[in-house]
Nanobody, 120 residues
Framework: QAQLVESGGGLVQPGGSLRLSCTAS????????MTWYRQAPGKERELVAG????????NYADSVNGRFTISRDNAKNTVYLQMNSLKPEDTAVYYC?????????????WGQGTQVTVSS
């Protein structure tokens, strides 16, 4: 079955950097649009960054634009989120999401999440 596994989360000081990874298996990763979401305590899940299946287009939430970069390596079935200039407001569980549209049908898969904590 389809599986997404996130890694790279942890504790970092304000202004620091982290790189999250999400490795996929069990589906056609090269055909999937990939998105990072996050959810902080007491808040709803929000979109952080997205990338097309070919990696030719990206989009970002206004709150992270200019600080975060999403990328993918289809040969490794992996999508990345490079997070720079981290702020305490970035503290959240970060989730990897995949959307696959083989025909007029969409399949959506989620990872289990990885905790990112930004604190001094």
């Amino acid at each position: 079955q389809a599986q997404l596994v996130e890694s790279g989360g942890g504790l970092v000081q304000p202004g620091g950097s982290l790189r999250l990874s999400c490795t996929a298996s069990g589906f056609a990763f090269s055909s999937a649009a990939m998105t990072w979401y996050r959810q902080a305590p007491g808040k709803e899940r929000e979109l952080v960054a997205g990338i097309t299946n070919a990696g030719d287009r990206t989009n970002y939430a206004d709150s992270v634009n200019g600080r975060f970069t999403i990328s993918r390596d289809n040969a490794k079935n992996t999508v990345y989120l490079q997070m720079n200039s981290l702020k305490p407001e970035d503290t959240a569980v970060y989730y990897c999401n995949a959307r696959v549209r083989p025909w007029a049908v969409e399949y959506v898969y989620w990872g289990q999440g990885t905790q990112v904590t930004v604190s001094s």
